[in-house]
């Protein structure tokens, strides 16, 4: 009687076991505004001193990525996690991790999505404050690249190929990208695109889409992901074509280099934050309720483009 018993209630744990991993996923909170605060309050906290390209506190962020992707059980995208760059001196890294697709063919194109985790360190003191902790810029963009490889780590359903990229050294000119570019060119990466998060720490100002994407007239990137989210999330923003953002952040390197549907989604209008570049980009200021709701939105948009059995993203 005693091993019968035994045996049922092994049967049962598995049983409980296979439900719990095929259970589904509740994308629509699968963020929350204490995850985002918890990120943002270490990566932007006075302790990384801003986060300059080959400081010691951009080191300490490192570190909290590398810890981070360990813990998701995300492996390494190259031999290490951080990889050197080629073309910044002193010493500093991207921070790269991969999931590899599930479907046999698909699994040999790569999307990668990435921000840059640097920031420009320490400036002029104002009211006693010479710390620029770059919480918008671009902590907001590190944080929610970190939510979107948690979720895809925990839901293992990516038929394509995902890479994760931290970018260093983009306020020193896109370095961390450039070099990452042509780093996967020279080794025959098979990319399809590059989803790039920049700003989104604080909502737009009197829009009708949640977030904006760079080079919106590049590509159908903003119509596919609408289509899979169910709504529009993805919308044009004239301000970012005037001033040529296209250009200006982490996407273009990979544009340049692959000639691929490579873009930056933001939520920066030049409205609605009055601190770029300053010692007042604090994590206080931001909005982690929005910040949580760019991650949940843009789940259903990149697992459709990830999942698809076409590239659906095309060039114009």
Known sequence: ???????????????????????????????????????????????????????????????????FLRDQEIAPYFEVYQ??????????YNIVGVLRGNDPVLRNEVVIIGAHY?????????EGDSIANGANDNASGSSTVMELARYFAKAKKNRRTLVF?????????????????????ADGANLYAVLNYEMTGVPMVDKDHLVYVSGYNKSNIAEVS???????????????????????????????????????FATFDFTNFDHYHQVGDEAQIMDFEHMASVVNKMIPAIEGIVNADTKEIILK
């Open 1 to 67: 009687m005693n091993r019968i018993y035994f045996l049922v209630i092994i049967v049962i744990f598995i049983s409980a076991c296979k439900a719990t991993n095929n259970a589904t996923i509740d994308i629509t909170n699968f963020s929350s505004a204490q995850q985002m605060e918890a990120h943002m309050n270490y990566l932007a906290s006075d302790e990384l001193k801003g986060r300059d390209t080959g400081s010691e506190g951009i080191e300490m962020a490192a570190g909290y990525l590398v810890d």
């Open 83 to 92: 990889d050197t760059l080629d073309n910044f001196e002193p010493v500093a």
């Open 118 to 126: 640097d920031h420009i360190g320490i400036r002029t003191a104002k």
């Open 165 to 185: 990229a931290w970018f260093s050294a983009e306020e020193k000119g896109l370095k961390g990208s450039d070099h990452m570019a042509r780093k996967m060119k």
């Open 226 to 264: 609408n289509s899979y989210a169910g709504e529009k999330v993805v919308g044009f923003l004239p301000t970012a074509e005037e001033f040529n953002l296209f250009q200006r952040s982490d996407n273009y390197p990979f544009y340049k280099v692959f000639k691929v549907p490579a873009h930056t």
